[in-house]
C-alpha cells in the first residue's frame, strides 16, 4: 500500500534551468495539495488540485510557477528559470476527497537547491 | 484559516516528563485540526487530530485538545521518550487549505 511517491528527492539546478517536480498520489486519492517548506519554517500552502483541474492556485507565485494533474500520470510541478530563492523543500500531500475533515497525507518531499 | 500561531517553538524536557504545544487559530470557520511530526529531513507524519465537534481526543501517550470558544488547541505528550525528539506542526484547515504553525522543535533529554 504505497504512499504519496514524490520524486526526485533531492534536485540540484542552476540558476535559470527548469525544475520539474513530481507527485503521485495514495492509491485511490484523487486530490493533490503542493507545500513549500524553507529552512526551520512551517509548510505553506501552493497549490490545491484534481484531476485536470487546478482547484485553488492562491499560495502560488504568479510567474515561474505551474502546476498540472493530468488524467493519466502523476503531478507536475514546474519552477522555470529557477532563482536562488526557490531552494526549498517541496511536500506534496494528497486526500480522498476535499472535505475539510480528510486527513492529508504527505510525500517524503523533494529538496530543491539552487546553485 | 490564515493564521496560525504556535508556541513555545522551542521544548526541552526530561525523559519521561510531560510536553505540552499550543495554538491558537484565528479563522472561525476552521472545523478540522491535525498535527504533524517532522524528524529531521523526513516527511511531516500525522500523529493526531481532531475535529471541531469533539474537545478532546487521546491515542496511546498522545493527546489534544479543542477550546473552539477560545480558538485554542493543544498537543500533550505524556511519558516523553528519546524517539519523540522531533518538530511538530500544529495546523488548521478550513475547507481543504492546511495553514500550519511555525513548529516547535522538542528535544527529550534522556
Redesign the interface.
Known sequence: NAGVMQNPRHLVRRRGQEARLRCSPMKGHSHVYWYRQLPEEGLKFMVYLQKENIIDESGMPKERFSAEFPKEGPSILRIQQVVRGDSAAYFCASSPSGQGDQPQHFGDGTRLSIL | GENVE?HPSTLSVQEGDSAVIKCTYSDSAS??F?W?KQELG?????II?I?SNVGEKKDQRIAVTLNKTAKHFSLHITETQPEDSAVY?CAD???????????TTVTVRA
Open positions: 504556535q472545523n478540522y491535525p504533524y523526513k516527511r511531516p507524519q500525522l487530530d475535529r506542526f484547515r478550513n475547507d481543504y487549505k492546511l495553514s500550519f504553525g511555525a513548529g
